[in-house]
């Protein structure tokens, strides 16, 4: 992963070339970001993805050969897989839970604004998720629309162990936002959320936010909070 000196690199995998020179212009207009590369389908974007070690993934879902959910399973076997951050048109429930837990750092839609893809790769280089939060009201329908009478084992337990701060973190990092987006709505320090958040991923044993995002869900938390 690039140091905070170094900028950004991102690699685009899309199958439409127009997009791809979008996606181009609008990274390679802000400071910090560089795009290294282009690929067409899934399976260049691994085989780009292998040689030229970009921090972020812009990857769409719907690409010929391998989708895009096939290839960030292919990435994440990586020994310093790269950030991805998933981009589609197609917004059914299903790609959503199958992005996250193919470990995706973010999910939008196409037709999000720049300034919003912008900051998903920003917060997918620093280890943060950003998941349009759109997108999470469908994901809350949908675990409302088929929650199970009886919980998985041990995810009840796992989240009891909170803090009533750092659930009320949860909460917020369920509902889409960053770790900066978060620290406005608490008023706190950035470092104070990144603090927080380290300690949830701990308790909750997963590796990452966008785990605990998906374990939120799973285990009824969220949806008991709402």
């Known amino acids: 992963m690039a140091e905070s000196s170094e900028p950004i690199r991102v690699l685009i995998a899309d199958d439409q070339q ?9 990274l390679q207009s802000e400071p910090g970001i560089d795009v290294i590369g282009e690929a067409e389908d899934g399976v260049d974007a691994v085989a780009q993805a292998r040689s030229l070690r970009p921090d972020v993934v812009l990857m769409d879902i719907r690409m010929p050969k391998l989708d895009g959910l096939a290839a960030t399973e292919h990435l994440m076997k990586l020994p310093d897989p790269p950030r991805v951050v998933m981009l589609t048109t197609f917004d059914e429930n299903e790609y959503v839970v199958r ?5 995706a750092y973010g999910f939008l839609l196409k037709d999000a604004p720049a300034s919003r ?4 790769i920003r917060a997918a280089a620093a280890g943060d998720a950003l998941i349009e939060p759109s997108i999470t009201r469908r994901l809350v329908e949908q675990f409302v629309a088929r929650a199970p009478s009886a919980e998985p084992a041990g995810i009840p ?3 009891a162990g909170l803090t009533e701060r750092e659930l009320e973190v949860l909460r917020l ?6 770790n900066a987006e978060i620290a406005r709505e608490l008023m706190v320090a950035e470092t104070t959320v990144k603090t927080h958040v380290a ?3 701990a308790k909750l044993g997963v590796r990452d936010r966008v785990r605990a995002v998906v374990l939120a869900y799973e285990s009824g938390f969220v949806i008991r909070s709402q």
């Open 117 to 120: 893809l912008v900051a998903a």
């Open 173 to 178: 990092v369920a509902r889409g936002l960053s």
């Open 157 to 159: 337990d796992a989240v």
């Open 199 to 201: 300690r949830i991923l």
């Open 18 to 26: 127009l997009l791809r020179a979008g996606f181009r212009v609008i």
């Open 99 to 103: 992005a996250l837990r193919a470990g």
